[in-house]
């Protein structure tokens, strides 16, 4: 029996047109607060894997990479789209001691500056961050000349405890998505 194929062509009745794939500019902020331990190695595959599959996606898509202990600290300030890079990167994560609250203000201010690069060259910045302690809730003030970038959280958290509060520090992540959101909305609603 012989089997007719026309390239090109889908044997069902629905076709999708394809949408062109936009250049990101993703900037991978990673918790190495001394309670993200159990979950380094979880979090470094997770990455191998997000960049490996943007990148087979789109090959024009860059990285750059910050942690955040009590404040948050570039590691790779350029993007780039080489995997080596990415790799010596994320094998180099480590665990530091932070003695207060989190303060984020530092990577949306980061953010900011970076999307006004990103988008002067057509692209759109995207910042996702790992977080993943129990028992303290992130802390942020918004810079003043808030620019247009998406934030994705990834939160890896312990089981609720006489220590830990994961639904409250969990509050908090959503509460700064939709902050984010909402300027998202605001700056579209003004173009």
Request: glycine content about 2%.
């Amino acid at each position: 029996m012989e089997e007719q194929r026309v390239e090109g062509k889908a044997n069902s009745s629905y076709n999708l047109e394809p949408l062109p794939i936009s250049n990101e500019d993703i900037l991978l902020c990673i918790d190495i607060d001394p309670q993200s331990i159990t979950h380094f190695d979880a979090i470094k595959q997770s990455i191998l894997l997000f960049v490996n599959a943007k990148l087979t996606i789109n090959p024009q898509h860059r990285f750059a990479f910050a942690t955040l202990s009590n404040s948050v600290s570039s590691l790779m300030k350029e993007f780039s789209s080489e995997v080596e890079s990415t790799i010596a990167v994320v094998r180099g994560f480590s665990a530091t001691t932070s003695t207060t609250q989190p303060d984020l203000t530092t990577l949306f201010q980061l953010a900011a500056r970076e999307a006004r690069k990103s988008r002067t060259q057509g692209r759109i910045l995207r910042v996702i961050l790992f977080y993943c302690r129990s028992t303290r809730r992130p802390q942020h003030q918004w810079p003043e000349n808030q620019r247009l970038f998406t934030l994705d959280i990834m939160y890896l958290h312990d089981k609720p405890g006489p220590d830990n509060c994961p639904q409250e520090v969990y509050d908090t992540l959503v509460d700064t998505l939709e902050h984010v959101l909402q300027l998202i909305k605001q700056q579209l609603s003004n173009e």
